[in-house]
């Protein structure tokens, strides 16, 4: 088990960074990989075997850290993608349950496919109760891009299985502070790139055993599989016949970043990341006088005309602006310190504010 302090010291960003629901921090242990890797690169020493070895830490580690078996783990590139390989599996005329709200890639690949599906949007809170007989999949982050918002996922899939509907969560901005348990849903699609600071273009899906045949690999190539080097000519086809069988091609670099960012998260105690996180979180809140949101690691503000954020940004705090908020993260590597500095920026232009509308 790694201990916090030692997973915190891998972590060296300047201070102010509060914005790990963009991207995250490279660990010195990944930039040490990745920097050793270029020199083999550059001296002609490029080695598959040590990629390949990195693809299998990588998904090892991510399993462990959602609860799953390593053999119910695809890797993918970006979460329009992986979504994309479900919608493209759904049968013509079924309903997709989404957010009203909710992130994009978590979206469009079901509204891509035009008059075959039917996709209605449902505001976050209300999203259980919606589900109906006529549902065949519930498509929904669980912890909201433009909010910081935490669903219930357990109600969530609890009322999707007692209607026999599929569920399909994002967690892209959750897994890596908070807890989760990817088996407790059929399809979860994540982005790596963000709180588990891994290279941008790593991401998993996880498939339960019993939601694997529902779904088409559409975009099955050499590294999809039963043993990619021994099945990678035509013309037939020998797909790997556990979760595997979704597998893109892995960009190597990239993967072995992953290895490194992911493995660290995985060996620490996922408890105390996350109460480190919320905490920090709920410090701003009550700091700003205003009761907090539901245990999130994220602090979203009102913000139309951008005050707020230019505010922080002359504090010297790197946030992000998403739907008319100002959005603040906190993770790992922030302390009270940092909660110190947003607050005083934050107070600062309420104070602004207040003294122009005088």
């Known amino acids: 088990m790694l201990t916090f302090d030692d997973l915190r010291d891998?972590?060296?960003?300047?201070?102010?960074?509060?914005?790990?629901?963009?991207?995250?921090?490279?660990?010195?242990?990944?930039?040490?990989?990745?920097?050793?890797?270029?020199?083999?690169?550059?001296?002609?020493g490029l080695d598959v075997a040590r990629y390949e070895d990195a693809v299998a830490r990588a998904r090892a580690a991510f399993a462990s850290l959602v609860g799953v078996?390593?053999?119910?783990?695809?890797?993918?590139?970006?979460?329009s993608a992986m979504a994309g390989t479900v919608a493209a599996s759904l049968p013509d005329g079924a309903e997709v349950l989404c957010v009203d709200g909710d992130f994009s890639s978590v979206v469009f690949p079901f509204l891509a496919q035009g008059d075959r599906l039917r996709v209605r949007h449902v505001p976050a809170g209300d999203l259980a109760a919606a589900i109906s007989p006529g549902t065949g999949l519930v498509a929904f982050s669980l912890v909201q891009s433009a909010t910081g918002q935490v669903l219930d996922g357990e109600g969530v899939a609890a009322a999707a299985a007692a209607v026999g509907a599929r569920t399909l969560c994002d967690l892209t901005q959750?897994?890596?502070?908070?807890?989760?348990?990817?088996?407790?849903?059929?399809?979860?699609?994540?982005?790596?790139?963000?709180?588990?600071?891994?290279?941008?273009?790593?991401?998993f899906l996880t498939v339960?055993?019993?939601?694997?045949?529902?779904?088409?690999?559409?975009?099955?190539?050499?590294?999809?599989?039963?043993?990619?080097?021994a099945s990678c000519y035509g013309p037939e086809m020998r797909l790997a016949r556990d979760a595997r069988r979704f597998d893109v091609s892995p960009a190597?670099?990239?993967?072995?970043?992953?290895?490194?960012?992911?493995?660290?998260?995985?060996?620490?105690?996922?408890?105390?990341?996350?109460?480190h996180a919320r905490g920090l979180a709920d410090a701003l809140w009550t700091g700003l006088g205003l009761p907090g949101s539901d245990g999130?690691?994220?602090?979203?503000?009102?913000?139309?005309d951008g005050t707020r954020r230019a505010a922080l940004e002359r504090a010297g705090c790197r946030v992000a602006g998403r739907a008319g908020r100002v959005r603040v993260a906190f993770h790992v590597w922030n302390d009270r310190d940092d909660v110190d500095r947003a607050l005083d920026a934050l107070t600062s232009a309420r104070t602004a504010g207040s003294a122009e509308r005088r």
């Open 296 to 304: 999130s690691a994220i602090v979203t503000l009102p913000d139309p």
């Open 69 to 79: 078996p390593a053999s119910r783990v695809a890797i993918g590139g970006q979460v």
């Open 174 to 203: 959750a897994a890596g502070w908070l807890r989760v348990d990817a088996g407790r849903f059929d399809l979860t699609v994540t982005a790596a790139y963000k709180w588990l600071c891994a290279p941008r273009g790593t991401g």
């Open 252 to 275: 190597w670099q990239a993967w072995l970043g992953a290895a490194e960012s992911v493995g660290l998260f995985a060996a620490a105690d996922a408890g105390e990341v996350e109460r």
């Open 208 to 229: 339960r055993a019993d939601a694997q045949e529902m779904l088409r690999p559409v975009q099955a190539g050499w590294y999809a599989g039963d043993d990619p080097w």
């Open 10 to 44: 891998q972590f060296r960003p300047r201070p102010g960074h509060l914005d790990a629901a963009t991207a995250g921090v490279a660990p010195t242990r990944m930039l040490q990989a990745l920097r050793a890797d270029l020199e083999r690169w550059g001296d002609g």
